[in-house]
C-alpha cells in the first residue's frame, strides 16, 4: 500500500470515528420529528367510541377521510373535494357557515399513527402541539393526556408520554377539537356580529371589509404537531438579550456588543441531574454547572457573553441582516448531550424615544433612528395554510417594496416563528399586535353589534386565558431580531386587568427589551390632534393629497386601491362575472358585478377614465395599474418628504390579502404582483429623487446614515413623440435621513404639459455615472387628462432574453432614439405550453418605461426546479402590444 492511500484510509478512518463520537455525544438533542402526515378525521357526531378507545391501535379509521395537519377543517373538506375552492367566485356563499350548523358540524376526531420504541434509561419523550383551534382532548394509547379540556388558540400544550409509549413501538394520537364558543354571526358587520372576539383567538374568522367569513372560523389542529426526544432534561423557553451601546455605524470596526442569556432547564426524572449548562456564539463558549431537582423546573441565567467587533443586524436598506448560528445545550455525564436547541441571532438593540417636532414616537435600531416604511399583513392565508415557502416569499415582496416594517394586524394572530426567521433573513422590523380590535372589542357604537359598547369592552369572556395565552407567545417568537413594537390591540386597549398584566408583569419579566404600544393608534405612539380615530384614509385619493394633507405623525392604517391585472382577476372570477365596474361621475355611484362586490371591490371612481374610457375588463385593469403605481409611490413620496417634520412613520393598510379580495393589496392571494408594488418600491427607495406637485420642487431624500456626495441631478421632460428637453443637469448632496428640495420647476412643467401633458424623467448617477435614482412621471395636461398618451405611436421596443444560471433571467429592455416612449411595460414569465405565469417569480422591477436611445436590465427569479421547461418572457405596454420571447 502507497503511503498515500495508507494517509487516505487513516483519514478516512479518523473521520468516521470523529462522525460515531459526535452522534454518541450528541444523544437526544436532534431527535425531534414532526407529525405532519397520515393523519385521518371524521366527524365527531358520526362516531360512537370515546377517546380511550379511539386511540387505541386497533381502533379501526379506515373509513375516516385523510386529514391535513397543520390545517383546519375547510382545509381538509377542501383537499378530499368534499367543498368548492372558498376563494373562487361565489363558493364561499355556498358553504355552510357554523353559525346556521350548530358547533357540532365542525366539531371533528384527528387520528394520527406514529412509531416510537418504547423509551431506555432517562430518555423522555414529549409530545408538543403548538396551536390548535380552539379546544381540544388528548389521548394516546387508550390513556388521556390532559386532565380538563384545553382551551385557547394561542396556548401551547406539552405533555411527558414517556410513560405513554406502546412497547410494539406502534403508537396512536387522537384529539377531539371543538370550534370556538360563540362562533359568531357572520352578518357583515367588522368581525361580524362582534362574538367572535368573545374567544382568545382570531377574529377576522366572522367576515371583515376585505374578506368573507370563514365557515368554520378555521378549526382545526392548525400549526405544528412535534415529538421530541431528551435525556433526563429539556432545555425550553431560551431568552437571548443583545445589547448594542451607544450610535453605531454600519461600516468599520464596532465596539463590543453584550449577549445574555437564560433559559430554563427541566427534570421530571425522580432523582438529582448535575450537568453542564453551554451556551456557543461564534466559536466561544460559555459554561455553567448546574443542579436540577427531581421534578422540577429551573430558571438559569448564564454570565454574560462579550462579543468583540461583532457583526450587526440592521433592518432592510440600512445595512446588512447577519445572523450568528448559536446553540444552547444540556450535558451530562461524559459530555453526553441531554437536550439542545439552535437560536440565530441578529446582534441589535432597539430603541424608542419621543420626537417632540413631529409629536409621535421614534424607533432607533442600534442608535440610529428609523424612518418608518411599513405595510399592514393580516395573515398569510385565511385558511391557515403556512409554508416556509410563502412566507419566504410574502416577505420577500416586502423587501423587494423597500419597506422595513410589517404590522401584524390585531384580529389575527401573534404570527409563527416561520414568519419572523424570514423577516430576520430580510430585515423586516415587526409591528406585533395582540388579539384586540376596535371594532369587535367595543370602541365605536356598531348596529351590527349583539352586545352593547360596555359589554363588549370586557371581551373576551376568559381574561386569565388570554395573559397565559400573552405570556406564552411572546416566550414563543421572542429571540428573533425583527420583533420590534408589541401592540396591545387595533384602535382599542385590551381591559384594564389584561392591559395591566401584560405592560407592568408579562412583558417587563419576559421581554423586557422592546416598545409597548397600548394600542395602534395610541397618543403615546402618534398624538393625534386632528380628530377621529387617528387611521385611515384608505380609499382612492388625488396624488397630491399625500403631499399636502398632513395625517397622523405616526399613522399605523393609510392606504389606497390594489386590484389585480386581468391575469390575476381570471384566477378568481367566472367569466360571465368579468364584468368592468362602471362609474357614472353624475351620481359619483359605482355599478359592480356581483362577485367583484363579494370580493370587496374598492372603487377607482373616476381615476381610470382620465386615461380614456376603458373599453373592457382587460382595458380597465390595464389602466387600474396606472392609477396603482402613482398611488403609492405619491404615497411614499408624500411621507418621506416629511420625514422627521411631520411624521416618524406610515404604515400602509395593506400589503396583502390572505383570501381573494380586490382591495389593499401589492400581489394577489396567488403572489402575483401588480403595479403596487412597484410604485411603492420606487417612491420608497433609500435614496430617491422626486417631484413635488405642490410647489414643483423636484426633491432629494436620503433615507441611510450617510452624506451622499457629487450625484449629479438630471432633470429633463419627454413628449409624446419622443422629443428630450433638458431642463438641469447639475451635480448635488444630501445629508444623512433627511429630505430636500434642489430645483422649482412648476412653471416650465406647466407650460409643457399644458395640451398634452409630458414625460417628467428625474434622475441621480454617482461618480461612476451609474444611475442610482430613476423617476419617470406621465403627467397630465391642464384638465387633468392623459390626453398625449391616448395617442402616442406605438413603441418600437426591443427585447432580449438570455438565462443567466438556473432559475434567474435577464431582460434587456432596448429602446431606439427618435423613437416613441416605451411607456409601462408589464413583463411575466409564462410557461411555454399553456402561457399561463409561473409564479411567484421575483423582478428587479416591473411597469417600466424605457426612454428613446436607453436601454434597462431586468432580472428575473424564479424556482426552476419546479418546472421541466424554459419559460418565455411574455411583455405587453401601453404602446405595445403583448408579445412573447424566447430566452437564449
Known amino acids: ?284 463558549t460559555v459554561s455553567q454547572n448546574v443542579a436540577v431537582k427531581p421534578h422540577t423546573a429551573l430558571d438559569v441565567k448564564l454570565n454574560d457573553f462579550i462579543l468583540n467587533n461583532p457583526k450587526l443586524w440592521w433592518p432592510n436598506g440600512y445595512g446588512t441582516t447577519y445572523l450568528y448560528k448559536s446553540t444552547i445545550r444540556f450535558l451530562t455525564g461524559a459530555s453526553r448531550v441531554s437536550d439542545m436547541k439552535v437560536i440565530d441571532i441578529g446582534v441589535r438593540e432597539l430603541q424608542t424615544s419621543w420626537n417632540s417636532q413631529t409629536q409621535s414616537r421614534q424607533i432607533e435600531v442600534n442608535g440610529q433612528k428609523i424612518f418608518i416604511k411599513g405595510g399592514n399583513w393580516i395573515i398569510s392565508d385565511a385558511m391557515l395554510r403556512f409554508s416556509d415557502a410563502r412566507y419566504d416569499a410574502e416577505i420577500r415582496f416586502h423587501r423587494d417594496m423597500n419597506l422595513n416594517t410589517i404590522r401584524v394586524w390585531g384580529g389575527a394572530l401573534v404570527e409563527r416563528p416561520e414568519f419572523y426567521d424570514t423577516c430576520d433573513k430580510y430585515g423586516m422590523l415587526v409591528f406585533q399586535d395582540f388579539w384586540i380590535s376596535g371594532d369587535a372589542n367595543g370602541r365605536w357604537v356598531d348596529p351590527m353589534k349583539k352586545d352593547d359598547q360596555w359589554t363588549r369592552r370586557k371581551y373576551p369572556d376568559d381574561h386569565q386565558l388570554y395573559i397565559a395565552s400573552v405570556a406564552d407567545q411572546v416566550k414563543l417568537v421572542r429571540n428573533h431580531p425583527s420583533l420590534a413594537i408589541w401592540c396591545g390591540g387595533n384602535e382599542i386597549t385590551p381591559p384594564e386587568d389584561i392591559l395591566l398584566a401584560v405592560r407592568d408583569s408579562i412583558l417587563p419579566k419576559l421581554d423586557n427589551t422592546r416598545w409597548f404600544v397600548e394600542y395602534s393608534n395610541s397618543d403615546k405612539m402618534s398624538l393625534n390632534t386632528m380628530g377621529g380615530n387617528g387611521d385611515g384614509p384608505y380609499t382612492i385619493q388625488a396624488d397630491s393629497s399625500f403631499w399636502k394633507v398632513r395625517t397622523y405623525p405616526f399613522n399605523s392604517e393609510i392606504g389606497s386601491v390594489g386590484l389585480n391585472d386581468y391575469e390575476s382577476l381570471k384566477r378568481f372570477i367566472p367569466a360571465q362575472n368579468l364584468v368592468m365596474p362602471n362609474f357614472s361621475a353624475a351620481s359619483k355611484t359605482t355599478q359592480i358585478d356581483s ?156 407650460d409643457i404639459a399644458q395640451n398634452e401633458g409630458t414625460f417628467l424623467s428625474l434622475q441621480l448617477l454617482n461618480v461612476q455615472q451609474k444611475v442610482v435614482s430613476n423617476n419617470l412621471y406621465w403627467l397630465p395636461n391642464a384638465a387633468g387628462v392623459y390626453s398625449g398618451l391616448q395617442k402616442m405611436a406605438p413603441s418600437q421596443l426591443n427585447v432580449k432574453a438570455t438565462q443567466v444560471s438556473a432559475g434567474k433571467i435577464q431582460v434587456t429592455l432596448t429602446n431606439p432614439t427618435n423613437a416613441p416612449v416605451a411607456f409601462f411595460n408589464r413583463l411575466s414569465l409564462v410557461d411555454a405550453q399553456t402561457n399561463n405565469r409561473l409564479l411567484p417569480v421575483f423582478y428587479s422591477d416591473n411597469y417600466i418605461s424605457v426612454l428613446p436611445g436607453a436601454n434597462q436590465v431586468i432580472m428575473m427569479d424564479y424556482d426552476a426546479r419546479k418546472y421541466k421547461n424554459l419559460p418565455l418572457v411574455s411583455i405587453s405596454g401601453w404602446n405595445f402590444n403583448e408579445k412573447t420571447f424566447n430566452i437564449k
Open 1 to 284: 500500500m502507497t503511503k498515500i492511500k495508507l494517509f487516505k484510509k487513516r483519514f478516512l478512518s479518523i473521520i468516521l470515528t470523529v462522525l460515531l463520537v459526535a452522534a454518541i455525544s450528541e444523544g437526544f438533542a436532534q431527535n425531534s420529528h414532526e407529525l405532519n402526515n397520515g393523519w385521518k378525521c371524521e366527524k365527531k357526531g358520526n362516531v360512537t367510541a370515546d377517546g380511550n378507545q379511539i386511540s387505541k391501535i386497533d381502533f379501526l379509521v379506515n373509513s375516516w377521510i385523510k386529514a391535513t395537519v397543520p390545517g383546519t377543517v375547510l382545509t381538509t373538506l377542501l383537499d378530499n373535494q368534499q367543498i368548492a375552492d372558498p376563494f373562487w367566485g361565489m363558493n364561499n356563499a355556498h358553504i355552510k357557515d357554523i353559525f346556521n350548523t350548530g358547533r357540532d358540524y365542525y366539531t371533528y376526531w384527528f387520528v394520527n399513527d406514529f412509531n416510537h420504541n418504547l423509551p431506555t434509561g432517562d430518555e423522555q419523550v414529549y409530545l408538543n402541539l403548538r396551536g390548535v383551534n380552539y379546544s381540544c382532548e388528548v389521548y394516546l394509547n387508550g390513556k388521556k393526556l390532559n386532565n380538563k379540556t384545553h382551551y385557547g388558540m394561542f396556548l401551547r400544550q406539552c405533555y411527558n408520554i414517556t410513560a405513554f409509549i406502546n412497547k410494539t413501538g406502534k403508537n396512536r394520537l387522537a384529539v377531539l377539537v371543538y370550534p370556538p364558543n360563540p362562533v359568531g354571526d357572520p352578518n357583515g358587520g367588522q368581525g361580524g356580529d362582534g362574538q367572535i372576539a368573545k374567544n382568545v383567538g382570531l377574529q377576522y374568522t366572522a367576515g371583515w371589509d376585505w374578506i368573507q367569513p370563514m365557515r368554520d372560523r378555521n378549526t382545526g389542529i392548525w400549526d405544528k404537531v412535534n415529538i421530541d426526544n431528551t435525556g433526563a432534561i429539556k432545555i425550553s423557553d431560551t431568552h437571548v438579550v443583545t445589547l448594542v451601546p451607544g450610535v453605531r455605524q454600519v461600516e468599520g470596526k464596532q465596539a463590543p456588543a453584550i449577549i445574555k442569556v437564560t433559559t430554563t432547564v427541566t427534570n421530571p426524572t425522580n432523582k438529582m441531574v448535575q450537568g453542564v449548562l453551554q451556551y456557543t456564539l461564534n466559536g466561544q
Open 595 to 750: 362577485v367583484w362586490d363579494y370580493h370587496k371591490y374598492i372603487g377607482y371612481d373616476a381615476s381610470v377614465d382620465a386615461y380614456g374610457k376603458p373599453t373592457d375588463t382587460k382595458d380597465f385593469a390595464a389602466k387600474a395599474q396606472l392609477v396603482n403605481y402613482n398611488q403609492y409611490r405619491a404615497l411614499a413620496e408624500g411621507f418621506s418628504n416629511h420625514m422627521w417634520d411631520w411624521y416618524t412613520g406610515f404604515i400602509i393598510w395593506k400589503t396583502q390579502n390572505p383570501w381573494t379580495a380586490m382591495r389593499g393589496q401589492m400581489y394577489d392571494y396567488y403572489l402575483d404582483p401588480n403595479a403596487c408594488l412597484y410604485g411603492l418600491k420606487n417612491g420608497a427607495e433609500p435614496l430617491h429623487v422626486m417631484y413635488n406637485p405642490l410647489n414643483g420642487m423636484v426633491t432629494i431624500v436620503n433615507n441611510t446614515f450617510e452624506t451622499k456626495r457629487d450625484l449629479m441631478l438630471v432633470i429633463k421632460t419627454i413628449d409624446i413623440n419622443g422629443k428630450e428637453n433638458v431642463i438641469t443637469q447639475v451635480f448635488e448632496e444630501i445629508q444623512p435621513s433627511s429630505a430636500k428640495g434642489y430645483a422649482p420647476i412648476k412653471k416650465a412643467i406647466a
